[in-house]
């Protein structure tokens, strides 16, 4: 699937009775798979070896466990310089990749990688550290989603009585 295709699939799924949910998750696994080959080929210019599995999924949540084991296997190597840098280059990279197939808008994606991506103990939130400035506006969504989200669990395990 060519990037305009997933694009218009994506597009479409956002209108009522648009795509159907087997095209939005093709599209979305297209738009993964894509997101691993932009991985592959900064690994590739940098000389590392990437060592990520790369079954083809539709989950944001289950592809973003993969990145970040890949990516960051500690956060001690958030501490070196080089490797700061790499990954800022490489995730700049991504998201404007993001920006265009989710027209501006791939908060939700964002929302999900913020999950997996997590905190460390000495540098906190993990993905912010790693977006370029101009992701600001789309880390704004990114926390209100996931605010909303939290909201929604707490309501939800309230009224199951924990």
Known sequence: MDIDEMRAI????????????QEEDSAVAAVIQQ???ITEKHFAQAGRALQMERTPTSSW???????RSALI???????DADTLAFLRSLC???FDFLM???DSGPAREMAELDRTFGSGIRCGPILPLLLPDRAQSVMAEMNRILD???EEE?????????
């Open 148 to 150: 909303a989200d939290h």
């Open 35 to 37: 997101v691993i080959q």
């Open 10 to 21: 994506i597009q479409n799924s956002k209108r009522p009775g648009g795509a159907t949910a």
């Open 92 to 94: 700049a990279e991504i």
């Open 61 to 67: 949540f289950s592809f973003g466990v993969r990145l």
């Open 100 to 102: 265009f197939v989710y």
């Open 154 to 162: 707490m309501r939800r395990q309230d009224q199951m009585g924990y």
């Open 73 to 79: 296997p500690h956060t001690d190597v958030l501490h």
